[in-house]
């Protein structure tokens, strides 16, 4: 069983046609990087996969579990941090964590375990008892994974998790993403593609609604080759998006 | 309908205390004590009519809940939109009725705080003389369910929009909207040319007529059930509003 099946995918706003016909689907222990320009309807994707919005065709499901059907199934199985990493800010970062957690169904020793696992794995120390508005851009996304993560979900979707981090706390991100992705189903989108060469066994890329490419990295660039000369990934993004864009 | 009470629950918490995270519960609470006393005391003659009873604190009531709940219930939806958290909250395993009755009963409870601190009045009208504690009683009652009605309707109105002013300014209108409707300036008007059943059930929608009917004392089943009725058809229509308007 696939984790992650999505089949035909369409949103249509007013008369823009954000995503059209995108199907992709994730198996246990990949990390698929979701890439494309800006508009292209990745975050779109994302909110249709995790049942946020719904399809104007097309069906998802996560762990085998309809997210439109049956929702609350598979929204037990699914962590998910939308894009900016929205969180309530006049709460605590532990006050905030515990809330999710309960609402996500933990109570008692099993939630202070989970909470006590996210201090130590999102390195949240410092800022525990901190009011999340006065976080900074870097502790804000971590504390937005560390949400996503508290019920230790099968499937993990992250709209631009590193999005605003400094160059360590990106390292810092990655190490963590390649550390919990074993177990797990992982979609991750993002703007910057050396990460997800470090870290992605697997690249969607989508331009206008469509996915026009979906292989491993490796494959990717491979096929790219001309004249035995190996282009970066960039110039693969760029050759592929590029064209559809102009 | 499947229902978890647990999560009804954690979000009335996690909103009750959101009112207590910023000055704002302070302000309202000030605001809502000093406008309700020196209206009934300057505008109602509270110690001129000399009578021993809540009258005049009562009949503004209906007047500053058109303005006072609105702006406690204007944030409910509107900020969640705004920040974002709503894509969150959705994405959780809950229903969305769930977290819009865990929500409306936050708010409810913050007035049901705000009006048992003016309880004082009633202190000092039973230290003044001998008022009919059932009257009173009735009256409070009367005042926890409008509050409520006007409530549920700026939460409702809420979740159209991420702005919390449009929030505000619309609930205000439909809240005054339904204020005005027993008053015999609307009234009057309507009697010139509408049929007198039509007249009727403006008139027996108004909020101000209902109220008027508790605050005598007279527990009347209509009054009640207009507060009430309103309140779950205005819950009601926030659930799908939330339902259909996820996203923008």
Known sequence: MQLVEATGLVKTFSRLRAVDGVSLSVSRGEVVGFLGPNGAGKSTTMKMLTGFLEP??????????????????????????????????????????????????????????????????????????????????????????????????????????????????????????????????????????????????????????????????????????????????????????????? | MRTSFRTIALVFGREFRAYFATPLAAVFLLVFLALSAGLAFFAGGFFERGQADLGPFFAWHPWLFLILMPAIGMRLWAEERRSGVIELLMTLPVRVHEVVIGKFLAAWAFTAVALVLTMGFWLVTLYLGSPDNGIVAASYLGSFLMAGAFLAIAACISAMTKNQVIAFILSAIVSFLLVMSGTDLVLAALRGWAPAGVVDLVQSLSFITNFDRLTRGVLEAPAVILFLSTIVLALWINVQVVDAKKAA
């Open chain 1, 56 to 246: 104007d065709a097309g069906t998802a499901s996560i762990a085998g579990h309809d997210v439109f059907a049956d929702p609350i199934a598979a929204r037990r199985r699914l962590g998910y941090l939308p894009e900016g990493a929205p969180a309530y800010g006049d709460m605590t970062v532990a006050d905030f964590l515990a809330f999710i957690g309960r609402m996500r169904g933990l109570s008692g020793t099993l939630l202070n375990d989970r909470l006590a696992e996210m201090v130590e794995r999102v390195n949240l120390t410092g800022v525990w008892n901190r009011q999340i508005d006065a976080l900074s851009k870097g502790f804000k996304r971590r504390v937005g994974i560390a949400q996503a993560l508290i019920h230790d979900p099968e499937v993990l979707i992250l709209d631009e998790p590193t999005d605003g981090l400094d160059p360590n706390q990106k390292h810092d991100m990655r190490e963590l993403i390649a550390s919990i992705a074993p177990g797990k189903a992982i979609v991750i989108s993002t703007h910057i593609l050396e990460e997800v060469e470090a870290i992605c066994s697997r690249v969607v890329i989508i331009a206008e609604g469509r996915v026009v490419a979906d292989a491993t990295p490796a494959a990717l660039l491979d096929a790219a080759i001309v004249d035995g000369i190996r282009p970066t990934l960039e110039t693969v993004f760029r050759a592929i998006t590029g064209s559809k864009a102009a």
